[in-house]
């Protein structure tokens, strides 16, 4: 059975910087892409950032291009969410989740095992 945790979240002030982990149990992580999303209060979740199981290939919302950076050591089936420059609209509940193949997506149809998600708040 393969389920995922993320740990790594807080309250911080904007400007600083924050790392998430998430942990994948099970076999095979290295040959899955992993995402990252967020949901915010009263909004719908939305896509933050993917990696390619080879940590080569990664994409990112416009909001957090430049600021967020998307890795993952595949020795340890950890992936990492590297968040700097931190505003107040980056405060959500973030979530990772596990690809169903190899094939990096944006949409969460594109994902079959989720965590249950690590609260970030950034204070202006």
């Known amino acids: 059975q393969v389920h995922a945790a993320e740990s790594g979240g807080g309250l911080v002030q904007a400007g600083d910087s924050l790392k998430l982990s998430c942990v994948v149990s099970g076999d095979g992580f290295w040959t899955y892409a992993m995402g990252w999303f967020r949901q915010a209060p009263g909004k719908v979740r939305e896509f933050v950032a993917t990696?390619?199981?080879?940590?080569?290939?990664?994409r990112y919302a416009h909001s957090v291009e430049g600021r967020f950076t998307a890795s993952r050591d595949n020795v340890k089936n950890t992936a990492y969410l590297q968040m700097n420059s931190l505003e107040p609209e980056d405060t959500a509940v973030y979530y990772c989740?596990?690809?169903?193949?190899?094939?990096?997506?944006?949409?969460?149809?594109?994902?079959?095992?989720w965590g249950q998600g690590t609260q970030v708040t950034v204070s202006s």
């Open positions: 989740a596990r690809g169903r193949s190899q094939r990096i997506s944006t949409n969460e149809a594109g994902y079959d095992y």
């Open positions: 990696v390619d199981p080879g940590g080569t290939i990664t």
